[in-house]
Nanobody, 124 residues
Framework: QVQLVESGGGLVQAGGSLRLSCAAS????????MGWFRQAPGKEREFVAA????????YYADSVKGRFTISRDKTKNAVYLQMNSLKPQDTAVYYC?????????????????WGQGTQVTVSS
């Protein structure tokens, strides 16, 4: 059974940092495109960042470019999201996703597996 578990969320002040982790189990995802999405209250789930199957290419939403960094550890079957210079508008539930149909996939429908999400709250 495929399972993705996010961790690392929490409450942080504006300007602070958090590092989200996503551990995958049930099968290896070392050759899969992976991504992070977020969903704020009352809003649709939106793309945040993605990493290619090789890990050599990364993709970001304009709203997080320069502040967030996605990375992966194939030996641990995990993907990470380092979030710096956090803003109140970054407040959302963050989801990791895997088995993207292509490197840099930005649409929800392009990913096969999803985690349950981790809450990130940024106070002003």
């Amino acid at each position: 059974q495929v399972q993705l578990v996010e961790s690392g969320g929490g409450l942080v002040q504006a300007g602070g940092s958090l590092r989200l982790s996503c551990a995958a189990s049930g099968r290896t995802f070392s050759s899969d495109a992976m991504g992070w999405f977020r969903q704020a209250p009352g809003k649709e789930r939106e793309f945040v960042a993605a990493i290619s199957r090789s890990g050599g290419n990364t993709y970001y939403a304009d709203s997080v470019k320069g502040r967030f960094t996605i990375s992966r550890d194939k030996t641990k079957n995990a993907v990470y999201l380092q979030m710096n210079s956090l803003k109140p508008q970054d407040t959302a539930v963050y989801y990791c996703a895997t088995s993207g149909l292509r490197d840099g996939a930005t649409r929800i429908t392009e990913y096969a597996y999803w985690g349950q999400g981790t809450q990130v709250t940024v106070s002003s």
